[in-house]
């Protein structure tokens, strides 16, 4: 157990909805990172927030968006979800704002759109 | 852009029989190596970070080692609990981590 959680573990929707993914990051760790999984991808890097602020952004789309609360969790929300937005989301936790920290990964989500 | 690349992509090994697997980077500079196992549905484990080239770093029948160009995670006598994915990830400078596709690693009793 990692000491990071996602809530939910799978979620089933439909084309052109809108979801919310959350994810609590380990005690004391103030970043948290979004990852999406496909099935013949390795993950790729969506978005870091670090003490609430964004702070790196990789192959996110526009469709998507995150934050960072003040008690530190963040939600990923997913907008207008297509066939291909299926996928594992997983969020990650680290103490600091330096990407050669360790990363902590949680259980994931599941998200398929039909 | 930083680069990964892992091989084989898949792998099968009889319990017992020792192999590596490869992970070959490209980056402007180096901040850090991460091998992760991840098991079917899960969230990727930690196993090792290395900083430069010649660390090494062992944990239990798997050993990461770590050059220029390349990363090697070895694992000797493997056991079917060993059976995962393996990634391989590089902080490559640009705040964010890159990861390659994994192998995907079966140990057949």
């Known amino acids: 157990d990692s000491g990071v959680t996602q809530t939910p573990k799978h979620l089933i929707t439909a084309t052109g909805q809108r979801v919310t993914l959350r994810c609590s990051p380990r005690?004391?760790?103030?970043?948290v990172y979004w990852y999406q999984q496909s099935l013949d991808q390795g993950l790729q890097f969506l978005i870091q927030y670090y003490n609430g602020e964004e702070r790196a952004k990789g192959n996110i789309l526009e469709r998507f968006s995150a934050q960072q609360f003040p008690d530190l969790h963040s939600e990923l929300n997913l907008s207008s979800l297509e066939l291909g937005d299926s996928a594992l989301y997983f969020c990650a936790s680290s103490p600091r704002d330096r990407a050669s920290d360790t990363q902590y990964f949680g259980p994931g989500t599941r998200l398929t759109v039909l | 852009e930083d680069q990964v690349t892992q091989s084989p992509e898949a792998l099968r090994l009889q319990e017992g029989e020792s192999s590596s697997l490869n992970c070959s980077y490209t980056v402007s500079g180096l901040r850090g190596l991460f091998w992760y196992r991840q098991d079917p549905g899960k969230g990727p484990e930690f196993l090792f970070t290395?900083?430069?080239a010649g660390e090494e770093k062992e944990k239990e029948r798997l050993k990461a080692t770590l050059t220029k160009k390349e990363s090697f995670l070895h694992i000797t006598a493997p056991k079917p609990e060993d059976s995962a994915t393996y990634l391989c990830?590089?902080?490559?400078?640009?705040?964010?981590?890159?990861f390659g596709i994994g192998t995907k690693l079966q140990v057949i009793p």
């Open positions: 005690s004391g760790d103030l970043s």
């Open positions: 990830a590089v902080d490559g400078g640009y705040q964010k981590v890159t």
């Open positions: 290395l900083y430069s």
